[in-house]
């Protein structure tokens, strides 16, 4: 079946601008993860949605980001006022039931969304 | 703090040469280990995880609760090994996020 799929697979943006990036979890997949990798970082959480919820947004790096999740399916994270720090490549990830189970799902990603902030 | 260190940026080897991927972790709780695989241009994936106690494409780790490690091995490597290999953990049982180490680029040349 379809795996994650995020758009778009590029963004080129000047500094100052706000940005959106969208995420299409696999169906039936209850929880749905986001998060980034910089040049020469590894991967950094930013953001967890599990069913109904209230999100966990405690990787989130400043008040600039934001990111909801619509029905339950569709995610988009958005970042205000970009900054050239915000470049990188964007991941999302989703798996099939989240938290509250003995052991941790195993997360699916998609192919991510590079930023780059000129 | 939680913590995974992967103190290789780099590891180069050749065709049939053991190989080992360190990973160190630091975390209060009662974690479970990854490793996660992200071939040239393909998606990240997961490759081995320590409950599962399984040898996936020739590669396995051990959790080393003493020394708090989860280095990853495989015997012979092959060309296609080549990839960037990153560590990561979660909480064991309930929470999900996971936290990833800054990654280990494997090379196998021939």
């Known amino acids: 079946g379809a795996g994650v799929s995020q758009s778009p697979s590029n963004k080129v943006t000047e500094k100052g601008k706000d940005v959106e990036l969208r995420c299409d979890p696999i169906s039936g997949h209850t929880a749905l993860y986001w998060y980034r990798q910089s040049l020469g970082q590894g991967l950094e959480f930013l953001i967890y949605?599990?069913?109904?919820?209230?999100?966990?947004k405690s990787g989130l790096p400043s008040d600039r980001f934001s990111a909801e999740r619509t029905g339950g399916s569709v995610s988009t994270l958005t970042i205000q006022r970009t900054q050239q720090e915000d470049s990188a490549v964007y991941l999302c990830?989703?798996?099939?039931?989240?938290?509250?189970?003995?052991?941790?799902?195993?997360?699916?990603f998609g192919p991510g969304t590079r930023l780059t902030v000129l | 703090a939680q913590r995974v260190t992967q103190p290789e940026k780099l590891l180069s080897v050749f065709k049939g040469a053991p190989v080992e991927l360190k990973c160190n972790y630091s975390?209060?709780?009662?974690?479970?280990l990854f490793w996660y695989v992200q071939y040239s241009r393909q998606r990240l994936q997961l490759l081995l995880r320590h409950i599962s106690r399984e040898s996936i494409k020739g590669f396995t780790a051990d959790l080393n609760k003493g020394e708090t490690s989860f280095h990853l091995k495989k015997p012979f490597a092959q060309e296609e090994d080549s990839a960037m290999y990153y560590c990561?953990?979660?909480?064991?049982?309930?929470?999900?996020?996971?936290?990833f180490g800054a990654g280990t680029r494997l090379a196998v040349h021939p």
């Open positions: 949605f599990q069913g109904n919820s209230a999100p966990d």
């Open positions: 975390y209060s709780g009662s974690p479970e």
């Open positions: 990561a953990l979660s909480e064991a049982g309930g929470y999900n996020k996971l936290i």
């Open positions: 990830a989703s798996s099939l039931r989240g938290s509250g189970v003995t052991s941790t799902d195993t997360q699916y």
